[in-house]
T-cell receptor, first 117, second 111 residues
Framework: DAGITQSPRYKITETGRQVTLMCHQT?????MFWYRQDLGHGLRLIYY???????DKGEVPDGYVVSRSKTENFPLTLESATRSQTSVYFC????????????????FGAGTRLSVL | QKEVEQDPGPLSVPEGAIVSLNCTYS??????FMWYRQYSRKGPELLMY????GNKEDGRFTAQVDKSSKYISLFIRDSQPSDSATYLC???????????FGKGTKLSVIP
């Protein structure tokens, strides 16, 4: 299917475990983003990537690791999960080469609901 | 003070009402202003965007930006139950792909 897909949709884990959230897009967009959404905080940027092998920190990067070996994939890893990382995680992508209105569009996946017990 | 402030609501209106959603911001470098709509348990989707100051209309939706006051608005005319969602404002500076989001306003349109 075309678009941006996240997996798993739901995940329950325990504190201290490593968890990887997957994000895959079929548009070959240059930019990819990871956000977390929490009540009272809204969407906050965790990490972003401008291209394969180029990543940078966002507003709340602590406790997270990303990689981008291929343009279409942007996995997010919680190296040692904590309860404060219970959240809904969204991946998004954006086309650097798009013109006009399309430059402002970030396309979001459906999200992963993560619970850390 | 957060860069973008948005009243989280919730906001409940009767069908057919005019809805006004607002955000204020503090960063004068913001040039592009967007409204995303997010249905329950879904990802946000872009509804409208404007560049710099001015108005933009798309069907029942009108976006306004007042850069002098650092204030943006989204108006929904003839609101429908299908408009029930959380509306997120977002902004970015020129040359940047990073968006700064408001917390979102949850809107319910009652039939």
């Amino acid at each position: 299917d075309a678009g941006i897909t996240q997996s798993p949709r739901y995940k329950i884990t325990e504190t201290g475990r490593q968890v990887t959230l997957m994000c895959h897009q079929t548009w070959s967009h240059s930019y990819m983003f990871w956000y977390r959404q929490d009540l009272g905080h809204g969407l906050r940027l965790i990490y972003y990537s401008a291209a394969a092998d180029i990543t940078d920190k966002g507003e709340v990067p602590d406790g997270y690791v990303v990689s981008r070996s291929k343009t279409e994939n942007f996995p997010l890893t919680l190296e040692s999960a904590t309860r404060s990382q219970t959240s809904v995680y969204f991946c998004a992508s954006s086309d650097r080469l798009a013109g006009g209105d399309l430059r402002n569009i970030q396309y979001f996946g459906a999200g992963t609901r993560l619970s850390v017990l | 003070q957060k860069e973008v402030e948005q009243d989280p609501g919730p906001l409940s209106v009767p069908e057919g009402a005019i809805v006004s959603l607002n955000c204020t911001y503090s960063n004068s470098a913001f040039q592009y202003f967007m409204w995303y709509r997010q249905y329950s348990r879904k990802g946000p989707e872009l509804l409208m965007y404007t560049y710099s100051s001015g108005n933009k209309e798309d069907g029942r939706f009108t976006a306004q930006v007042d850069k002098s006051s650092k204030y943006i608005s989204l108006f929904i005319r003839d609101s429908q139950p299908s408009d029930s969602a959380t509306y997120l404002c977002a902004m970015r500076g020129a040359g940047s792909y990073q968006l700064t989001f408001g917390k979102g306003t949850k809107l319910s349109v009652i039939p």
